[in-house]
């Protein structure tokens, strides 16, 4: 007779229960970072119950099947394949929708976004005093010297038109 609380093979003890954290990620022909990025996870969230939910809208270098493959791996990694569907937005909701943790944060598949500062934004979250906490290239420690002269200035707007509304 098999206990509930044991995990199957390949299944790693963290992936019992419910997660803490449920981290989206949308994918469009990611294929070459998803692992990456789950390992930098695995490494960054230690000790912290999370989900991994990648969002793909149907890549066609096949990111979702890299995904699968992982997911049969690692029970805190899922892979949400939407055909017929695509855009940043609706994956982001899709996600989090579909998310099983009380908290959720997004990041990019492209290995852009640092990481290793979800502890502390969950942290932040679980401490009551926030609803919501926002990465930002533009605090100290940040850069987005990456970007080039079209990014920066939509980046820019785009920051511009999030302050005004929030």
Not at 74 to 94: K, M, N, P, Q, T
Not at 111 to 135: A, R, W
């Amino acid at each position: 007779m098999h206990d509930a609380s044991q995990t199957g093979s390949g299944y790693p003890t963290q992936a019992v229960g419910l997660p803490q954290l449920s981290v989206i990620i949308p994918t469009f022909k990611e294929r070459d970072n998803v692992v990456t990025l789950f390992r930098r996870l695995e490494k960054t969230l230690l000790g912290i119950p999370f989900e991994a939910v990648f969002v793909d809208d149907n890549s066609p270098d096949g990111t979702w099947e890299v995904l699968r493959a992982l997911s049969r791996e690692d029970g805190r990694v899922r892979c949400i394949r939407r055909i017929g569907r695509r855009g940043l937005s609706g994956a982001c909701i899709e996600g989090i929708l579909a998310s099983s943790a009380p908290c959720a944060a997004v990041i990019d598949a492209d290995l852009q976004h640092d990481e290793t500062q979800l502890p502390k934004m969950l942290t932040l979250l679980q401490g009551g005093g926030f609803d919501l906490v926002i990465g930002s290239r533009y605090i100290e420690g940040g850069s987005a010297e990456s970007f080039n002269r079209q990014r920066a200035g939509a980046s820019a707007l785009a920051t511009e038109v999030a302050k005004r509304v929030l």
